[in-house]
């Protein structure tokens, strides 16, 4: 027989370890603390070792703790991979896809109607990716077009889309000077994730842009709503504003600078690519190609 502990006392654990505190641990797992706190000590009295020790207010983990915690994780990880593949399997055609949020909100979803109208049988799932947080949930595809601020992660997997084009871009009323191959504005607006996209833009296009301060989000939605708010000139990809600037809510007073084959999709490395993932892939290039 297989010497396990119980998953529960895992998920307690695991919860604690991540969160740093048996009280956020019970508030997510839905269960009191009481109960979070007796499934770590079973743990901890199973094993003959401490997990955990205290840290001011909270816990801290023992470098057996550490240990144990890279492991718990990464099971529980590949067990929610597992079962998210056969829950989906149970549920027909299906196409998982991991990409940024404010791709899918401005852009994918959208259009998600005419994938639709081509394959109504098959389900389109989607998770969130973040500069913060590059996580794939086990999808089928991840989608990558952020060229400024990370490279395509497996090169030799990545399957290309289309081109992808930056540029600075504010509200047409919002004061900036263009002279001499240097942009002046009052208020440039940084992504808090990305910050280095704004020195490998200009030394992407030898352009420079001058600032009286700095203003900073954590979010590219929230960054492209700043610059529509007109507090200042942000960075951004053409596809995440192209309908701004056809309407007139956005300018881009330096033009865009284009990446060639920058818009890619990174298939999951552990099985073949889906006939689902394939017809998605192929519309999304008739899409990407048809754009103006």
């Not at 298939?267 to 394939?278: K, N, T, V």
Request: charged fraction near 25%.
């Amino acid at each position: 027989m297989r010497q396990l502990p119980p998953l529960s006392s895992l998920r307690a654990f695991e919860a604690a370890a991540r969160l740093g505190s048996v009280t956020k641990a019970a508030h997510e797992l839905g269960r009191t603390h009481g109960a979070v706190s007796r499934q770590v000590r079973a743990l901890q009295d199973q094993a003959g070792t401490a997990l955990f020790e205290k840290a001011g207010t909270g816990l801290r983990l023992t470098p057996a703790g550490e240990a144990f915690r890279s492991v718990v994780a990464g099971v529980l990880d590949d067990l929610e991979r597992g079962y998210g593949r056969l829950r989906d399997a149970g549920r027909g055609a299906n196409v998982h896809l991991a990409c940024g949020a404010t791709f899918a909100m401005r852009w994918l979803v959208p259009r998600l109607s005419g994938f639709y109208r081509e394959r109504p049988t098959v389900q389109v799932r989607l998770s969130m990716t973040s500069a913060r947080e590059t996580r794939d949930d086990g999808a089928d595809l991840v989608l990558t077009w952020d060229r400024l601020a990370h490279p395509i992660r497996d090169e030799t997997r990545a399957i290309r889309l289309g081109d992808v084009a930056f540029g600075v871009v504010c509200a047409p009323d919002y004061p900036v000077r263009m002279r001499d191959g240097r942009l002046a504005a009052g208020t440039r607006i940084v992504h808090e994730y990305t910050p280095h996209s704004w020195p490998a833009w200009e030394a992407a296009t030898g352009l420079r842009v001058a600032a009286e301060r700095d203003i900073a989000f954590p979010h590219n939605g929230l960054c492209i709503e700043a610059a529509l708010s007109g507090l200042g000139v942000a960075l951004v990809e053409q596809v995440l504003v192209r309908d701004d600037l056809a309407a007139g809510r956005l300018v881009a007073p330096c033009g865009l600078h284009r990446f060639p084959n920058g818009f890619a999709a990174v298939p999951a490395a552990d099985r073949p690519l889906s006939p689902a993932a394939s017809a998605f892939i192929d519309w999304l290039r008739r899409m990407l190609a048809e754009e103006p």
